[in-house]
């Protein structure tokens, strides 16, 4: 099988009220990555923020890689994946990763598999958590927690509204924080598992002072406390507490970046997405890297509806992720979960028990809304 061609579609979604990036009500770009093979099978992948955008990753994809992957054999994946690592001073992590989940989807429907039974398939669901916007109050986490506790969910995590691409000085006290964080747990009770993700936005005394507050109210994990740089400053925050921390969503550099926060104690959770850590292949290499270390490799919301079932491949094949991260930017009281849908054929969804349950179908096992997707195009990057 030979690769014939490799395009991208920019489609113009009209973003809704409800669970999006980018300006409510206004127009963003969502690219269709499109592998074409001599056999007449297709892979795919969705191109989207944040980062450098669809646009210039779709420009990266077609004058970079384009040019040798046109003729190659598709089911090289390892091969591929190296070449395009080895272009880092050419391509963002988007890029490599929107082209090795296309060709994991072709090697799924070369199969006749679902990717995760070329993985190497462990289970077939997993427990997701609720991952908040920023609210306005204590009281609008605590209500929407009870909600998506009533819902069957069993974890949810709170993001303060604070971070650094905030405005300077626009972020409450951490008291907020704290507040937030008990009004919470007072709400659900003992039963919902509770983690907080502070956006790397803490000095080091502040991170402390909620640290010690949220291991006191039985939080499962710490997020990004401090700046994604500041390696020391988790390993001083290891020291000074016992709730586990998770630090390392944003690293630059994937799989290779990831020792140092292992050696230096830095950080009790490796994290990454099929996004900005190299696709299924890099996501997996990362996965079995923690695992060498008794870590899991808990796994971040991946931006677009269909790199979120691209991971979901992953969890399936790997059993040390706890959690699928469902991130959904809605405000508060909105509960619509339809932007995890847009754009492809089968709705994302949730099981009365708060599971997220293994695709069955051959590849990505989940088809692209080609009708939809054709209604409003913006472009083709060819
Ligand atoms: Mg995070």
Request: charged share 20%; hydrophobic share 40%; with cysteine.
């Amino acid at each position: 099988m030979r690769i014939t061609d490799v395009t991208v579609v920019l489609h113009e979604r009209v973003s809704t009220e409800s669970a999006s990036f980018g300006p409510r009500g206004g127009r963003q770009l969502l690219g269709v990555l499109r592998v074409e093979t001599d056999e007449g099978i297709e892979g795919n992948s969705f191109l989207s923020g944040p980062g450098p955008g669809p646009v210039a990753i779709a420009d990266q994809i077609v004058t970079v890689v384009k040019p040798w992957l046109v003729g190659a054999d598709p089911l090289d994946i390892g091969a591929h994946w190296r070449r395009m690592a080895g272009l880092v001073h050419y391509l963002s992590p988007h890029a490599v990763g929107s082209v090795d989940v296309a060709l994991w989807d072709i090697a799924g429907k070369t199969a006749g598999l679902p990717v995760h039974r070329l993985l190497g398939t462990c289970r077939d669901r997993i427990p997701a958590y609720y991952s908040t916007a920023h609210y306005r109050t204590p009281g609008e986490y605590a209500e929407d927690a009870v909600y998506w506790q009533e819902q069957g969910w069993r974890g949810y995590k709170l993001h303060p509204p604070r971070g650094p691409w905030l405005p300077p000085g626009t972020a409450p006290p951490v008291d907020f924080d704290i507040a937030a964080c008990e009004a919470v747990r007072a709400a659900v009770g003992d039963e919902m598992t509770l983690m907080l993700d502070s956006s790397w936005s803490y000095s080091y005394p502040d991170a402390l002072r909620v640290g010690q507050a949220i291991q006191d109210l039985g939080y499962f994990w710490y997020e990004d406390p401090l700046p994604d740089h500041d390696i020391h400053g988790y390993q001083r925050l290891a020291r000074h507490l016992t709730i586990p921390l998770l630090a390392t969503e944003i690293t630059p550099g994937g799989l290779t970046a990831l020792p140092p926060w292992i050696t230096a104690g830095a950080t009790d959770f490796l994290r990454g997405d099929v996004v900005i850590k190299g696709g299924i292949t890099g996501l997996m290499k990362i996965a079995h890297l923690a695992e060498a270390f008794g870590m899991n490799c808990e796994v971040h919301d991946n931006y677009n509806p269909l790199n979120n079932v691209a991971a979901l491949h992953v969890m399936m094949a790997i059993d040390n992720c706890d959690w699928l991260e469902v991130l959904a930017f809605n405000r508060a009281g909105d509960h619509s979960l339809a932007h995890f849908s847009y754009g492809l054929t089968e709705p994302f969804t949730v099981d009365a028990e708060g599971y997220v349950h293994a695709p069955t179908g051959p590849g990505l096992g989940v088809g692209v809304d080609w009708p939809l997707i054709n209604s409003s195009v913006h472009a083709v990057v060819e």
